[in-house]
Every structure is written in structure tokens, then in C-alpha cells.
């Protein structure tokens, strides 16, 4: 069973490139916090969309599915995830979804099912046209044998992005040009600098990344 996400963004994505030099650390999460099940987030007080109430949440536009289980061709779910999910693209070969939050934040985090090289996330700040921050999912796991795999917990994983000072985001967009990137319990929140997040005993693996080029 399946829900469409169809409306289009509005035309609130006016202006320039964004000059910022946008970093993030990157982690897996890998604490007993949250529901014990490793599926959500670690970030005490994050706000959570678990997709499990069947529409399109609020601030969700574009290109998208909610499907719970998997279907060949099409998506699959994340491993050991039996609750509705996000996969893009809804069909065909390619496709985007957008989240447009209510506010700026410097924490995302969402269980990334089957990773890819072919599956963007890209951040975004204001009104700007481009990204400062994006990255596939080769980007987050290097042993790329484990690409695309459904089953194996290297390729199934709740990843977490700080941004550090000056850095956040009010806009994410999830493509893929394959099927399909799934992905569930996104979460945001505003935390601390990544600097001083392991004194709060959160325990990141995170390794700071340098924004993609932008390629014209």
C-alpha cells in the first residue's frame, strides 16, 4: 500500500547561489536512545515525520512514494523497517522530493535504506537557487560493494548531519536517479556545534566532509 506525494514547490526558490562554505559531520547513529530499534534518532528533542500516518506530511513536495514493504523495480524497504517510508522517485528513472521546513536548523538525521551513489540529499539555506551542502550515498559509506544492498546493515543506516556555526538549513532535497531512495524518520533539531557534542555523550563516529563542487 502506497501514498503519492504529487503537490509541486511553490516559487518561493528565488535568488542566488549560496556563498557559504557548508561543511557537515557525519555520523551513524549508534546508541540504545530513541524507540531501542536503531531506525530513529539519537538527538534528544529532535522533531521526528515517521510517514506512518499515510498522507504526505506538511512541508513534503514532489517526486515521492509512502510504501510500506518492497516492491521489485520499483522500491525497497529499508532493512528491518515494516512501517510506511519515503522512496524517490514515484516512477520512471529519476526524481525529487523536497522537504521545506518552518525553520532554520543545524541537525538532520534519517534512516537511509539501501544506500546508493545514485541517491543525492542536498541542503539548503534561504532562497538560494544551489545547495552548500550535498552529498550521495557514496559519500557517507566508502565500502561501495555494499551499494545498493537491502539487507546488509552497512547499507541500511541512521545518519545524522550537524552543520556547524553559521551553517543551517531550511530546505532538504532527496533525489535519485534510479530506483529508488528510501528513507525514513527524518529528523531535525538545533543543537550544538559539532565540536562539543561528544561531551554531551552522543558519541559520533563523524568525519567532517567538504561541500561538493557545484558543477555547471
Sequence with gaps: MQTTIRAAVAAVL????????????????????????????????????????????????GNGWLPTGSEPGLYAAPAGDATRYLSVPAQGGSGTATRVLGGSYNYFGLYWGSMDAYNT????????????????????????????????????????????PGESFDRIEFTSNGYAFESDNHAVANVPEPATLGLLGLGLLGAGVARRSLRR
Excluded: H
Excluded at 539555506?125 to 559509506?141: Q, R
Design 121 to 164: 540529499l542536498a541542503f539548503y539555506s534561504g532562497s538560494a537557487m544551489a545547495p552548500f551542502f550535498s552529498v550521495t550515498g557514496s559519500d557517507v559509506i566508502a565500502a561501495l560493494n555494499l551499494l545498493g544492498n537491502q539487507t546488509s546493515p552497512g547499507s541500511n543506516r541512521y545518519v545524522d548531519f550537524f552543520f556547524g
Design 14 to 61: 528565488i535568488g542566488g547561489f549560496a556563498t557559504s562554505a557548508g561543511a557537515a559531520t557525519i555520523s551513524f547513529s549508534n546508541c540504545a536512545a530513541g524507540d531501542g530499534s536503531g531506525l530513529t534518532t539519537c538527538v534528544a528533542g529532535a522533531s521526528v515525520v515517521d510517514f506512518n500516518a499515510g498522507p504526505p506530511p506538511a512541508g513534503y513536495f
